[in-house]
T-cell receptor, first 113, second 109 residues
Framework: DVKVTQSSRYLVKRTGEKVFLECVQD?????MFWYRQDPGLGLRLIYF???????EKGDIPEGYSVSREKKERFSLILESASTNQTSMYLC????????????FGPGTRLTVT | TQLLEQSPQFLSIQEGENLTVYCNSS?????LQWYRQEPGEGPVLLVT?????EVKKLKRLTFQFGDARKDSSLHITAAQPGDTGLYLC?????????FGSGTQLTVLP
């Protein structure tokens, strides 16, 4: 079974702090994704990566950056957290460029106060 | 931008009832996935459909992809409390799925 793990289930940070969310997958998947999920808005893609050191902007990249130094690990960085970044953050991976199926981690519930 | 609309947004039924939820778009999708998400957890993939008209069954769940590949439905027979969750459809080319906003299903014992 594919396993995607996220570093924290719950985080509380203060406005202006730098926040790191980490994601690790154990199935040698090429593609990795970061989404945020908000009530009524569904899942929105922040960034994705299809290879080590490669990244592409999703629909809502503003205020976020990412890092992929190793194939199995994809980090989401909030340079200066703001209250409107309070959300559920979901990491996902899929096998390769032909794959349709994404596998999700358990999510990180981030609260910025 | 491709959009997926799911209906109903909320559904509350009694154990043993049947139900159908829908996922519709004006765009053609190369594939469509259904996920179930429980509170505080990430979505879990249930099924992928890729061929227009395709029907897949997973125990009491039946998934259908529309002939024109613009819509899909999920039918649950004899719903159980364990079916409670947020059902999400997602479609599109590989690498960049579009997600619907989901149907929140509650099955009451």
């Amino acid at each position: 079974d594919v396993k995607v793990t996220q570093s924290s289930r719950y985080l509380v940070k203060r406005t202006g702090e730098k926040v790191f969310l980490e994601c690790v997958q154990d199935m040698d998947h090429e593609n990795m994704f970061w989404y945020r999920q908000d009530p009524g808005l569904g899942l929105r893609l922040i960034y994705f990566s299809y290879d080590v050191k490669m990244k592409e902007k999703g629909d809502i990249p503003e205020g976020y950056s990412v890092s992929r130094e190793k194939k199995e690990r994809f980090s989401l960085i909030l340079e200066s957290a703001s209250t409107n970044q309070t959300s559920m953050y979901l990491c996902a991976s899929d096998r390769d460029r032909s794959s349709y199926e994404q596998y999700f981690g358990p999510g990180t519930r981030l609260t910025v106060t | 931008t491709q959009l997926l609309e799911q209906s109903p947004q909320f559904l509350s039924i009694q154990e043993g009832e049947n139900l159908t939820v829908y996922c519709n778009s004006s765009s053609v999708f190369s594939s469509l996935q259904w996920y179930r998400q429980e509170p505080g957890e990430g979505p879990v993939l249930l099924v992928t459909v890729v061929t227009g008209g395709e029907v897949k069954k997973l125990k009491r769940l039946t998934f259908q992809f529309g002939d024109a590949r613009k819509d899909s439905s999920l039918h649950i027979t004899a719903a159980q409390p364990g079916d409670t969750g947020l059902y999400l459809c997602a479609g599109g080319p590989a690498r960049q799925l579009t997600f619907g906003s989901g149907t929140q299903l509650t099955v009451l014992p």
